[in-house]
């Protein structure tokens, strides 16, 4: 952390005078190629829904933690979301419903639970506020470090079986022909999205995160010839936005999830309009 | 359900033989007591109305569907448990704007390198002896999703063949294909069971072409109803009777 902090006072920046922007700043630069490349995976699987009921689950494992009165809560929340991704692929592979319908049935129960649960004997559900629009500036050196391993285990992970998710969420029949075991890839592949969503609620907030794990890989879509492009542009568009909506946020005192997302859809938008000129 | 060799006893020098094959879901049956047996360098058209079974026949043999019975498979000097097959799915439903060209696709499936990361020279090279197979070199920069249906399934066979099947398996590989097409591609079919000496099995509705191209034909409605050549199977009562019964292509 030191020799982040030696960078950052070598930047003429005025918001780098506080620590406490160091620390968000680093903490983006390491999540937004995390969520650049979940994100390229989530929209061509079109698990677009199911990350959002993963961000619900995630709320509910947290009001659980909270009243079990554990001092981690963020850890109850991680199990729940697991068993919640793993259930939901059960359910999926035994039932002749559609995919959407299921993530409705899921996200609705999830979010109904972690309400029951948060108010239960007419608790405050104040406290949970930072859960639904997260607070970045809050992250400390010791997230950060949790941030750089979880990091490293999805970068290891995305390594060795990218082809393999590659080919199962482009056509999951062609893979299975191939000897891909295409259910259980997309069960490690969504326990893996389950953890890095929990992980990240309180600092980018529920109502935000899917924005994050969505628009990188859609705007990215727009203007890719092929897959290598896909990565790159949706973590550069990832980092961009990151950087640049923690700046606007702390200029504007705005929540930074939410300019983040703002300055992602607005390169949606632009990506859009080039669609056509770029592939 | 078993897969496995039997030992070439039919005295062709590879085969497929399938015996007693049934598919159950729930109290439904779907396939009852199949009987097929497939020489290597022979091509097999499986033929029978929607809903009949055919693609289920299919994934029983490819392994994605739980069936009583037995598929055996030979080949000479070699006890080969698990065959090689080479797939190409039904209507392949790729996304037109997903950012995945042809290469990409070879990659994902024969590179341990992820395809994300770009494609080496050596891969790109290997991929296009691949689809010169199928003459569709052209094709490696082309996004997958905006190919014509001929085009595709002939991406899709070039990817099939690496590495060389045993058994070649073809799920309407003619739907969506215009004349000229289905053509090509039967005549490209026609060269690889040739020079590859392997077994085609393919499920069409398109029988026009098969008193040129099939060995045998092999009518399924649930049950095997009949099998033979071309024209023994097409001429038959049992086709008439089938596909006039079920409002088809007759």
């Known amino acids: 952390m030191g020799l982040w902090y030696a960078i950052c006072d070598l930047l003429p920046s005025e918001m780098l005078q506080w620590d406490f922007m160091k620390n968000a700043l680093l903490a983006v630069i390491l999540m937004a190629p995390l969520f650049g490349l979940c994100s390229t995976m989530i929209v061509t699987g079109q698990m677009s829904f199911f990350s959002d009921a993963l961000g619900h689950s995630a709320f509910t494992g947290i009001a659980i933690g909270c009243i079990c009165g554990v001092a981690g809560p963020t850890w109850v929340a991680v199990v729940f979301s697991l068993v919640f991704a793993l259930l939901f692929s059960y359910v999926r592979s035994k039932s002749n419903q559609a995919a959407d319908t299921l993530i409705g049935v899921f996200s609705s129960t999830a979010v109904a639970l972690g309400i029951f649960i948060a108010t239960l004997d007419g608790g405050s559900f104040a406290k949970y506020n930072k859960y639904l629009i997260g607070d970045i500036l809050s992250v400390t050196p010791a997230h950060i470090g949790m941030l750089s391993l979880v990091l490293s285990g999805v970068v290891i992970f995305w390594v060795v079986n990218a082809n393999r998710l590659t080919l199962t969420a482009i056509h999951p029949q062609l893979a299975s022909s191939r000897g891909i075991k295409t259910g259980l890839t997309q069960t490690v592949f969504t326990a893996a999205i389950a953890v890095i969503v929990t992980l990240a609620i309180s600092w980018v907030g529920l109502l935000i995160l899917n924005s994050l794990l969505v628009l990188p890989g859609a705007s990215a879509r727009n203007v890719s010839k092929n897959l290598k492009q896909y990565s790159l542009f949706a973590v550069l568009f990832a980092l961009m936005a990151g950087i640049a909506g923690l700046t606007v946020s702390y200029f504007l005192g705005t929540s930074a999830g939410a300019a983040i997302s703002l300055i992602l859809a607005l390169i949606f938008a632009v990506t859009f309009c080039l669609r056509k000129v770029c592939c | ?250």
């Open chain 2, 1 to 250: 359900m078993n897969i496995f060799s039997h030992g070439g006893s039919c005295g062709h020098s590879c085969c497929l033989r399938i015996q007693g094959l049934s598919v159950k879901i729930g109290s439904d049956t779907i396939l009852d007591h199949i009987d097929l047996h497939v020489h290597c360098g022979e091509l097999i058209a499986l033929i029978g109305p929607n809903g009949a079974g055919k693609s289920t026949l299919l994934k029983a043999i490819l392994g994605q569907q739980e069936f009583d019975g037995v598929i055996s498979f030979a080949v000479p000097g070699q006890r080969s448990r698990s065959p090689k097959i080479g797939y190409v799915p039904q209507s392949p439903g790729f996304d037109p704007g997903d950012p995945v060209t042809v290469a990409d696709l070879f990659a994902c499936c024969m590179s341990k390198r992820p395809a994300f990361l770009g494609i080496s020279k050596a891969m790109r090279n290997q991929i296009l002896t691949c689809l010169e197979r199928v003459q569709g070199e052209d094709l490696i920069d082309k996004r997958v999703g905006t190919l014509s249906g001929g085009e595709l399934q002939r991406v899709l066979l070039a990817l099939a063949l690496e590495p060389i099947p045993n058994i070649l398996i073809l799920d309407e590989p003619l739907s969506g294909v215009d004349v000229d097409g289905i053509e090509t591609l039967m005549d490209m079919l026609d060269d690889i069971r040739k020079n590859y000496d392997l077994s085609i099995l393919m499920t069409t509705h398109d029988f026009a072409s098969l008193p040129r191209y099939a060995d045998q034909v092999a009518l399924i409605d649930r049950s095997l109803v009949s099998v033979g050549t071309p024209v023994e199977v097409l001429g038959s009562d049992a086709f008439r009777k089938v596909f006039n019964r079920k409002g088809g292509i007759l």
